[in-house]
């Protein structure tokens, strides 16, 4: 087994602010970073926030997730792999409800198979990384 480490990145300022990267591979298998609805620093499909910091809309969830799925598969072409190499995912969600209705139909558009054959679990969280992200997506692909 190759130990040795290839680290990716998208460059945005908060992966040297937090101190992290995007994806590591380490022998056959690559780990994402939690992947949020972003192209460079700009958030895709923000989610409206209050005065309190609070989302009042949910509705985006599904772009959100989208964009989320896209940022996973460029990342793991970097390695020449993609989504079908994917065996786990961790979906963190402000709301679980609007997670789950909108997971399904992105989920199976992402992977490309009505029956995705990746092990997926969902949990609620009460905050992310920006206030109008509504959900964040953690891989992990085996090649």
């Not at 709301?95 to 789950?100: E, F, L, R, S």
């Amino acid at each position: 087994m190759n130990d040795a480490r290839e680290v990716e990145n998208f460059r945005v300022p908060w992966e040297e602010s937090y101190g992290y990267v995007q994806a590591v591979k380490r022998g056959d298998t690559i780990y994402l970073s939690g992947q949020v609805a972003h192209k460079g620093t700009e958030v895709v499909a923000p989610a409206p926030v209050n005065d309190a910091g609070r989302v009042t809309d949910f509705s985006p969830m599904g772009d959100q997730l989208r964009q989320c799925y896209a940022n996973a598969a460029e990342l793991l072409g970097r390695y020449g792999a993609s989504l079908d190499d994917v065996v786990e995912e961790v979906i963190y969600a402000l709301d679980v409800d609007a997670a789950d209705a909108a997971a399904g139909p992105v989920r199976k558009e992402a992977y490309g198979r009505p029956d995705p054959q990746v092990a997926s679990t969902m949990v609620g969280t009460p905050r992310l990384a920006f206030p109008e992200l509504l959900v964040e997506v953690k891989f992990i692909a085996r090649v």
